[in-house]
């Protein structure tokens, strides 16, 4: 499974990491996670990449989860 997570605070992408990594390996399941802080990088990451789930902070600088999750569903 590939997670993208997109926070501007870095302890709650480590916290969310945390939680996800604890939750596959008690399933015995792999987790590729991808990590960035601005809704912009996850945009330009997306064009390449292609994401199972998608954990997204509303506040961000610059475009924030509402505008990024818009752009990701076109």
Same mark, same amino acid.
């Given at each position: &499974?590939? $997670? /993208?997570? !997109?926070?501007? %605070?870095?302890?709650?992408? *480590?916290?969310?990491?945390?939680?996800?990594?604890? $939750?596959?390996?008690?399933? *015995?399941?792999? !987790? *590729?996670?991808?990590? !960035?802080?601005? +809704?912009?990088?996850?945009? %330009?990451? !997306?064009?390449?990449?292609?994401?199972? /789930?998608?954990?997204? *902070?509303?506040? &961000?600088? +610059?475009?924030? +989860?509402? %505008?990024? /999750?818009?752009?990701?569903?076109?």
């Amino acid at each position: &499974m590939k $997670i /993208a997570i !997109c926070d501007d %605070e870095k302890i709650y992408i *480590d916290t969310i990491s945390l939680y996800i990594n604890k $939750i596959s390996k008690k399933h *015995d399941k792999k !987790c *590729d996670i991808f990590t !960035c802080q601005r +809704g912009e990088i996850l945009l %330009e990451i !997306c064009n390449k990449k292609v994401f199972d /789930a998608v954990f997204l *902070d509303i506040s &961000m600088p +610059g475009i924030n +989860g509402f %505008e990024t /999750a818009e752009k990701l569903l076109k």
